[in-house]
């Protein structure tokens, strides 16, 4: 060969081909293998060892928390200073929170066998005779999925920082998986007695794809939104959404009392009696958090209408005082998370702080518990209603208290509005040297398409499991519950997504806000069906 | 540039209405159009409580006299079954089919018409593409890309020549062109099968308890907050011989929660005889088309066999039997025992069905003692609770009974029994849309070219390019790796 000429240069730009070399050998493997490896390990350690004294589920959950918060700060602060020392802590701290994360799941699910099994020699059963072991794969209950949801968004995060290129979306999916974690916390960790229904084979199946996906998509979801900030979309574009969603929040928390003008600025919590896990429809105000809500919610609004002036009128000094505001209004959240986490645990007596005009409604709620059917409630009278539960309030006054645990979606939709403030703040400071950090527009464009793939054949993995473990169960593969409606709408949503790409050629932004709708709906189904809507999966 | 413009009008107006209405169904817009429609529809239907799921009574009894009328009249109660529901489901069908047909001969052009030749600056604009200057025999060079091209995976080759230059052609995964195809045939497929289940599938609910036959299942309609049941007859009969309900803590109720698993034994008897049959927590039985599910119970307490322990009035070695539910037994004296009824919450009288003896307060079974020669008496067994009543203590036929143990087991099952001729098609359309997605999206097509010609200096100059359908930068890294190849081949050859 003479001389060699190249027209362009081959191919391949710098960002496909990482400083490290770490994209395409085997030790770029070795954070994935070491946590998955290492858990099995431990798990190994707790059948052989067992005890009271092995470490729990609850403390490696908390370390897997503590240890995607760490690793969050080490690429957040690599996104204004890079440092390699701090980028490779990172990394090894996401690793052990993929670690502990998983053997906190593996270690509960030896945990629920021995307690099964305590239960059944307590009944002088022979031990032989124990259900099959799958029987307590730990994804029983929502506290069980949440624990895998956070998996699954550590371990891909995990796999997608192979490419060094990609490093910085650890910064965004582990605070999210770390709010997934945080949310597990409020659930409670308590282990509930498995319906038979769900005692087949299926349900580690079906529940594990669910808790993959559902974390692919959070991933997906942490790639399109730096894609939005990369591709140069406002900061104060993105505060009116963050804003938007925190208001709802505020609006819909409560039962809606903080923005009601029948009782605004009151914020309310649900109570506990005795050793009951089920929350009771009955609601004690938590003094100060409304108005503190009220106050951020306001200062919110004054940051939208300031930026909606910034984007009218080009107007530099309004965005400068519209993320003022919301600087304001992220101090004033977290006062406002503080002051209701801090009441939550304080508060005494609990019935000073319950108003009377719950009574009745706590009336028909007692009734409905107890399987009155509907037709005589509705002819009882209001005092009647009134006077059932007053009697119960008074004989059980000293047992009602407030938890952490009773409204755990509520404490997790505050958090997540917190930290939705808290990232367009931090996004608002040097935002250019956060985009220069960022692999380019394309690059990201082609992660978030190959995430929304894989989480379009997940959720689709997820609905054919569903619908063949219905099918074995309940006589019918297809029944419209609102759980498996709801995969199907995030399912819809990711096929938007890859269709318009391939006919259309939909790239960039629009695949972007594909994502984020589909990872809300994944949201929806995951929490909303659970909490707010009835159905065959009300327990997960 | 304005005379084609207007041709391009001129030729659109005098389109025919159907054509145009066809290229509306089949277009991918419509396709996106409705999937977004079908989501919305789906999760109104989601945020609308269903008039079938549980307590449906309650949320309508909540609602205001407007918002039912509205939600009613625009079927919102029961959405998935409304008549724009299924049009939508139509309509997508119709538009995967005629979208198909659409796309079919553009997708086959790849396989009868590749593009072995394409222009040089057509390669040079590919985001993979490269140049190279080769000395030596163009035939070659072909040969030597070719190979190269081989060795990286593009195993389909072609060589050919045109207006001079020499192409080396090469391409790998065409088949992912037609996962689209395949992707729609797996949705039609399921869609059909749902087609066959609400069209030609039945469901019914059928209670049983141990020693009754039946061949009628009660399958409940319900309109808004009304329900009633509709009677179905089966081919054959049910004869329930035994049910079991297996509990986690023996002390503890009969109830869900302290439930592992509830099991049915029955024969099914028809013209070509009886056969046995068992069906447990997700473990069904399939009979004829028709499959066994076990679906819920009665938790009203009895038991499935007790423990009565006998003490002879007259004296004599106390004896333990163990009766089954509607079971006897012989003592060796010559009279039979018969279990003929166990309560949970023991009273005098008639049970009330309403009551609940989940938890077995008062646990205490009834028994019929047949002597030889002499009409049946009846006799108690009670539990501890109850062993101080006068009627506990009278001896009946000689024995005093008292009951030592007893095996929970609920007053009936209620199987389901589904007739559904969809639900195999439904699984065929679920692993064939598996195996396309991981088709589609973990494979690609990738296509290489490289055009070999003389350049000015009468050098060979190599233009290498290629594109892929999916999976970019995996591809740009593999082109790349192929350029470098080549790269060390020709310099391995020159030192």
């Known amino acids: 060969m003479n001389q060699e000429v190249l027209n362009q240069p081959v191919l391949v730009s710098d960002e496909n081909i990482p400083a490290d070399g770490q994209s395409s050998n085997w030790w770029s493997y070795a954070p994935f293998l070491i946590a998955i490896f290492g858990a099995i390990l431990l798990l190994l350690a707790k059948v052989v060892v067992g005890g009271d004294r092995f470490i729990s589920d609850g403390a490696l959950m908390m370390l897997a928390l503590a240890s995607y918060l760490i690793a969050a700060v080490f690429f957040l602060t690599n996104f204004y200073a890079p440092f390699k020392f701090a980028e490779s802590l990172g990394l090894w701290a996401a690793m052990l929170g993929v670690f502990f994360n998983l053997s906190s799941w593996l270690v509960r699910w030896a945990a629920a066998y021995d307690r099964e099994l305590a239960i059944f020699t307590n009944q002088g059963n022979s031990a032989s005779d124990m259900p099959w072991i799958f029987r307590y794969v730990p994804f029983a209950n929502l506290y069980d999925l949440s624990l895998a949801f956070a998996f699954g968004a550590g371990v891909t995060t995990l796999l997608v920082m192979r490419r060094h290129q990609f490093r910085l979306v650890a910064a965004l999916s582990l605070p999210l998986a770390a709010i997934i974690l945080v949310l597990a916390r409020f659930i409670g960790s308590e282990f509930i007695d498995l319906p038979p229904v769900l005692d087949s084979y299926w349900r580690p199946i079906h529940v594990g794809i669910a808790s993959l996906s559902y974390g692919v998509a959070l991933v997906c979801f942490a790639v399109a939104v730096l894609y939005l900030l990369k591709d140069g979309l406002k900061v104060e574009k993105m505060a009116v959404w963050t804003s938007i969603f925190a208001l709802s929040v505020f609006a819909t928390i409560s039962k809606f009392s903080v923005f009601n003008p029948s009782s605004f600025g009151t914020y309310t919590a649900s109570t506990f009696v005795g050793e009951s896990r089920m929350s009771l429809a009955l609601r004690a105000d938590i003094p100060y958090v409304g108005w503190l809500l009220v106050c951020a919610a306001a200062l919110m609004i004054g940051g939208i209408f300031a930026f909606a002036s910034y984007f009218s009128r080009n107007d530099d000094k309004m965005r400068v005082f519209g993320n003022r505001l919301m600087q304001a209004a992220l101090i004033v959240q977290a006062a406002g998370i503080g002051v209701l986490v801090y009441q939550i645990k304080t508060i005494q007596y609990v019935v000073d702080h319950i108003s009377t005009s719950q009574y009745e409604r706590f009336g028909v709620w007692m009734l409905q518990q107890e399987d009155v059917p509907q037709a005589q409630i509705n002819l009882m009278g209001s005092q009647q209603l009134f006077d059932i539960s007053s009697k119960w309030i008074t004989e059980n006054a000293s047992r009602l208290h407030l938890s952490l645990n009773a409204n755990p979606v509520e404490l997790a939709a505050l958090i997540t509005a917190f930290a939705g403030t808290f990232f367009i703040v931090l996004f608002s400071f040097k935002t250019d040297k956060i985009r220069e950090a960022l692999p380019s527009a394309e690059t990201l464009d082609g992660l978030m398409y190959k995430l929304a793939g894989v989480a379009f054949a997940g959720l689709a993995l997820l609905l054919m499991t569903g619908a063949v473990w219905a099918n074995e169960s309940w006589g019918r593969y297809w029944g419209w519950d609102a759980k498996e409606t709801g995969a199907l709408v995030a399912w819809l949503t990711y096929a938007g997504f890859l269709h318009s790409r391939i006919a259309y050629g939909w790239k960039g932004r629009r695949s972007a806000y594909f994502a984020i709708i589909a990872f809300l709906f994944v949201i929806f189904t995951y929490l909303g069906v659970s909490y707010l809507l009835p159905g065959l999966h009300s327990y997960a | 540039m304005k005379a084609p413009t207007e041709r391009f009008l001129r030729e659109k107006r005098e389109e025919s209405i159907l054509s145009r209405l066809l290229k509306l169904i089949c277009s991918v817009r419509l396709g996106v159009g409705l999937l977004i429609a079908l989501g919305l529809a789906c999760f109104i239907g989601m945020l609308v409580m269903q008039q079938?799921?549980?307590?449906?009574?309650?949320?309508?009894?909540?609602?205001?006299?407007?918002?039912?009328?509205?939600?009613?009249?625009?079927?919102?109660?029961?959405?998935?079954?409304?008549?724009?529901?299924?049009?939508?489901?139509?309509?997508?069908?119709?538009?995967?089919?005629?979208?198909?047909?659409?796309?079919?001969?553009?997708?086959?052009?790849?396989?009868?018409?590749?593009?072995?030749?394409?222009?040089?600056?057509?390669?040079?604009?590919?985001?993979?593409?490269?140049?190279?200057?080769?000395?030596?025999?163009?035939?070659?060079?072909?040969?030597?890309?070719?190979?190269?091209?081989?060795?990286?995976?593009?195993?389909?080759?072609?060589?050919?020549?045109?207006?001079?230059?020499?192409?080396?052609?090469?391409?790998?995964?065409?088949?992912?062109?037609?996962?689209?195809?395949?992707?729609?045939?797996?949705?039609?497929?399921?869609?059909?099968?749902?087609?066959?289940?609400?069209?030609?599938?039945?469901?019914?609910?059928?209670?049983?308890?141990?020693?009754?036959?039946?061949?009628?299942?009660?399958?409940?309609?319900?309109?808004?907050?009304?329900?009633?049941?509709?009677?179905?007859?089966?081919?054959?009969?049910?004869?329930?011989?035994?049910?079991?309900?297996?509990?986690?803590?023996?002390?503890?109720?009969?109830?869900?929660?302290?439930?592992?698993?509830?099991?049915?034994?029955?024969?099914?008897?028809?013209?070509?005889?009886?056969?046995?049959?068992?069906?447990?927590?997700?473990?069904?039985?399939?009979?004829?088309?028709?499959?066994?599910?076990?679906?819920?119970?009665?938790?009203?307490?009895?038991?499935?066999?007790?423990?009565?322990?006998?003490?002879?009035?007259?004296?004599?070695?106390?004896?333990?039997?163990?009766?089954?539910?509607?079971?006897?037994?012989?003592?060796?004296?010559?009279n039979m025992i018969r279990f003929s009824e166990f309560r949970g919450n023991f009273s005098i009288g008639r049970e009330d069905p309403n009551e609940d003896t989940s938890a077995y307060p008062n646990p205490g079974a009834i028994l019929q003692v047949f002597q030889p020669g002499q009409p049946p008496v009846t006799a108690y067994a009670f539990g501890p609770k109850l062993a101080n009543m006068p009627v506990a203590k009278k001896p009946v036929a000689g024995y005093g009974y008292q009951l030592i143990d007893f095996e929970k087991a609920p007053d009936r099952h209620v199987l389901a029994v589904q007739r559904d001729p969809g639900s195999n098609v439904v699984y065929v359309g679920f692993l064939m849309l598996f195996i396309t997605l991981v088709g589609v999206f973990f494979f690609s097509h990738q296509r290489v070219w490289a055009a070999i010609e003389k350049n000015a200096d009468g050098i060979n100059e190599v233009t290498l390019a290629g594109n892929t359908n999916r999976s970019q930068n995996t591809f740009d890294e593999k082109f790349s790796q192929f350029v470098k190849s080549l790269q060390r081949q020709e310099h391995g050859e020159s030192v």
């Not at chain 2, 049915?264 to 005889?273: A, L, R, V």
């Open chain 2, 52 to 334: 079938n799921v549980d307590g449906f009574d309650r949320y309508f009894a909540e609602l205001t006299p407007s918002q039912r009328l509205v939600y009613g009249s625009l079927g919102l109660f029961d959405i998935y079954h409304a008549w724009y529901f299924n049009a939508l489901l139509a309509l997508l069908s119709l538009n995967i089919v005629l979208a198909s047909i659409d796309r079919f001969p553009k997708t086959w052009l790849f396989v009868s018409k590749p593009n072995v030749t394409v222009p040089i600056r057509w390669l040079r604009d590919q985001r993979s593409s490269s140049s190279l200057e080769v000395p030596g025999d163009r035939g070659e060079i072909a040969a030597s890309i070719a190979a190269e091209m081989k060795n990286a995976g593009w195993k389909k080759t072609v060589v050919s020549e045109k207006a001079g230059k020499t192409f080396v052609f090469a391409e790998s995964g065409l088949w992912n062109r037609f996962g689209y195809l395949a992707v729609h045939v797996s949705l039609l497929t399921i869609f059909f099968g749902g087609f066959l289940t609400a069209q030609l599938g039945s469901t019914g609910q059928m209670p049983i308890a141990p020693g009754e036959t039946s061949n009628l299942t009660l399958d409940t309609v319900v309109e808004l907050d009304q329900a009633h049941q509709i009677t179905k007859q089966l081919p054959f009969e049910i004869i329930c011989t035994d049910i079991q309900q297996k509990l986690i803590r023996q002390d503890g109720p009969i109830t869900v929660g302290n439930t592992i698993d509830w099991l049915t034994y029955f024969q099914i008897k028809d013209e070509t005889g009886t056969h046995e049959a068992f069906v447990q927590m997700n473990k069904p039985f399939d009979y004829r088309g028709y499959r066994f599910f076990q679906a819920s119970f009665t938790p009203i307490g009895r038991a499935r066999n007790i423990t009565v322990r006998l003490t002879p009035e007259a004296g004599g070695p106390i004896e333990d039997i163990v009766i089954p539910r509607d079971g006897s037994v012989t003592l060796a004296d010559g």
